[in-house]
């Protein structure tokens, strides 16, 4: 069975969620997760005022990330990843839609999948490339291939973004894992020093329960966080191996 490999550095990175703002807080957190408080908001002071108002919960959580992780750089090219967008502001306008209501179009723009990196590139008046993807279980996989990709087309650093929240109620007994608000950001650059590998082959065995319940991404997050060895995941015939050298 063939099996693909693509290896990266990560040059920085940051973390949000309501409660775990520090970088001390997240690797207590990423020896013990718990889940996160009910309250919270990210201030996002980087971000112009009028823009700022634009975005709800889950965008401040991306865009604060994506700030900090960064830096002030111009011209960089990012990746946004959300497994589930932002649903909430889907349902709302579907429900205005059952009620014959009109629907607000700030509300519908900021509803598609590219809105926190619309508003990124439009703070930052930066024009580099920006993908804005979801691909299931396996989304924060794919959005590391295609900032590879970008990293092999010749750019030097890329910035990947990953957020979520909890669903809204109506989706309750369709979850697979227990959502909750998060985010988080890397600098990914060519693999050099403390190289992360991402490995993928076709299966067709039974699914890996390695994610103690957390959310995917933050599987991830913590694999990254707390110096594991590796993290596998299983799933719509794909097997996914993540590691870093000993």
């Known amino acids: 069975m063939s099996t693909a490999r693509l290896s990266f550095s990560i040059a920085s990175h940051a973390a949000w969620a309501p409660g775990v703002e520090s970088a001390a807080a997240w690797q207590a957190w990423a020896q013990a997760p718990h889940p996160f408080a009910a309250q919270g908001e990210p201030k996002l002071a980087e971000m ?4 700022r108002r634009r975005a709800g919960f889950l965008g401040k959580m991306a ?3 994506a700030y900090q992780c960064s830096d002030g750089r111009r011209d960089l090219p990012t990746v946004f990843c959300s497994r589930h967008g932002e649903v909430a502001r889907a349902v709302e306008l579907i429900d205005a839609l059952v009620r014959a209501e009109p629907l607000s179009p700030t509300a519908f723009g900021l509803a598609v999948h590219n809105a ?3 508003l990124f590139s439009i703070a930052r008046a930066d024009q580099a490339n920006t993908l804005a993807l979801a691909a299931g279980a396996s989304s924060v996989e794919h959005a590391v291939l295609e900032a590879c990709s970008l990293l092999a087309d010749g750019n030097t650093e890329v910035l990947l973004v990953v957020y979520d929240d909890s669903l809204p109620a109506i989706f309750s007994e369709f979850q697979d894992c227990q959502e ?6 890397w600098l990914m650059v060519a693999a050099a020093e403390q190289p992360v590998h991402l490995e993928w082959s076709a299966c067709s065995s039974a699914p890996l329960a ?5 959310p995917v991404s933050l599987a991830i997050l913590q694999f990254q966080l707390s110096g594991a060895a590796s993290l596998e995941r299983q799933l719509d015939g794909r097997c996914w191996r993540w590691s870093r050298d000993a």
Not at 48 to 51: D, F, K, S, T
Not at 180 to 185: F, L, R
């Open 180 to 185: 909750q608000p998060h985010a988080w950001a």
């Open 48 to 51: 112009p005022p009028m823009l």
């Open 210 to 214: 390695v994610t103690q319940g957390l």
């Open 116 to 118: 926190s990196a619309g």
């Open 63 to 65: 865009l604060q990330v």
